[in-house]
Nanobody
Framework: QLQASGGGLVQTGGSLRLSCVASGSNSNYVGISWFRQVPGKEREGVACFSFGDDKKYYVDRVKGRFTISRDKDKATVYLQTNSLKPDDTGVYYC?????????????????????WGKGTLVTVSS
């Protein structure tokens, strides 16, 4: 199971740290990815942390502003979001699977992941 938290309301330029805690039988998880969804639109990839090789991958629009990291002891993956913009507004979900897949593939198609946490809402005001 995954549980996302850390969302909130911030002004443009602000920061939030989102957390995704894995509980239960998580030893087979191959990585954690973050996705964003706004009403009426498809869920879109944001960032991915691959556990097998500790590689991180970001979509272009968040590069240089967002950082994904992992605390293995706490079974938690963080998404530090800085320099937030109104376009970053949305519900953020974390997701994983037990079947390995490259981050680039995962972030292009959220439907490949089977394990999802409940989202956390990020609202960036202008």
């Amino acid at each position: 199971q995954l549980q996302a938290s850390g969302g909130g309301l911030v002004q443009t330029g602000g920061s939030l740290r989102l957390s995704c805690v894995a509980s239960g039988s998580n030893s087979n998880y191959v990585g954690i990815s973050w996705f964003r969804q706004v009403p009426g639109k498809e869920r879109e990839g944001v960032a991915c942390f691959s556990f097998g090789d500790d590689k991180k991958y970001y979509v272009d629009r968040v590069k240089g502003r967002f950082t994904i990291s992992r605390d293995k002891d706490k079974a938690t993956v963080y998404l530090q979001t800085n320099s937030l913009k109104p376009d970053d507004t949305g519900v953020y979900y974390c997701a994983t699977d037990t079947v390995p897949s490259p981050c680039q593939v995962v972030l292009r198609d959220y439907r490949g992941l089977d394990i999802w946490g409940k989202g956390t809402l990020v609202t960036v005001s202008s």
